[in-house]
């Protein structure tokens, strides 16, 4: 049973994530945002797991009898050995699932609880208007739950200001659009079925998302492409260094 279950959502993921990459081609083309669009994708699986246990059977059968009878056919019952024998498989990998959602659950809770830690050894500096956390290594970043914060390493500081203004501006535009809140919820997501691995491209093509939509954004404010396009090259060519 569980096995099948496994198999259903494993199809249907592909199935939406085959529909979401379509979408996610026109809407990009027309300037519309796609992360909720992915965020519905890895939503699909969760809320079928969802409805199938909230809905009673009962109306499972009322749907089947609303069929009329000539086009019903009772099968003959399959039997693939007996329960015996595929007992022990089902507790395998309920037990392996339920063990790799609570793995996963505890290296995001672990990176979380290493981020604040990390985070009372930061300096707080006002750069460029804004209340930052001032890092050795770490960022540009933001993160928070609830009250979104920023942090920039050391070396942004030495930036054009200019630069700095900008890459600021693109962490701003993933707080105010809701960032910080999105990808906790899309992991909790993955989370739930953590087995299956078009729920994992799901959220890359999210976090993707995320990055194009922010871009636009930042661009929609400050249309500077050329130097946008440089600050950002000039920020991922420092943080590979790092």
Known sequence: ??????????????????AAWIADEGLRRAGVQTRWLWMLALAAGPLLL???AVLPAASMSAVAGAVPGDFVFELPELVVGDETTSLPWM???MLAWLASSAAMLG??????LRLHSERSGWSTEDVDGRRVYVSTDRGPAV????????????WTLELPQAQRALVLLHE?????????????????????????????WQFARLRTAME?????????RRPE????????????ARASNS
Not at 143 to 154: E, L, Q
Not at 173 to 184: C, K, N, S, V, Y
Request: hydrophobic share 60%; aromatic share 8%.
């Open 1 to 18: 049973m569980i096995g099948h279950v496994m198999m259903y959502l494993l199809m249907v993921s592909l199935v939406v994530s085959a």
């Open 50 to 52: 969802l409805a199938g």
């Open 91 to 93: 507790t395998f990998l």
């Open 107 to 112: 290296v995001v809770a672990r990176a979380h």
């Open 143 to 154: 993160a928070g739950f609830v009250r979104p914060w920023i942090v920039i390493p050391r």
């Open 172 to 200: 701003d535009e993933h707080a105010r659009g809701g960032d910080t809140r999105l990808l906790p919820l899309a992991l909790l997501l993955v989370a739930i079925t953590p087995w299956n691995l078009a729920a994992w």
């Open 212 to 220: 194009v939509d922010c871009d636009r954004r930042v661009l929609r």
């Open 225 to 236: 492409r050329a130097a946008y396009g440089e600050s950002l090259l000039t920020v991922a």
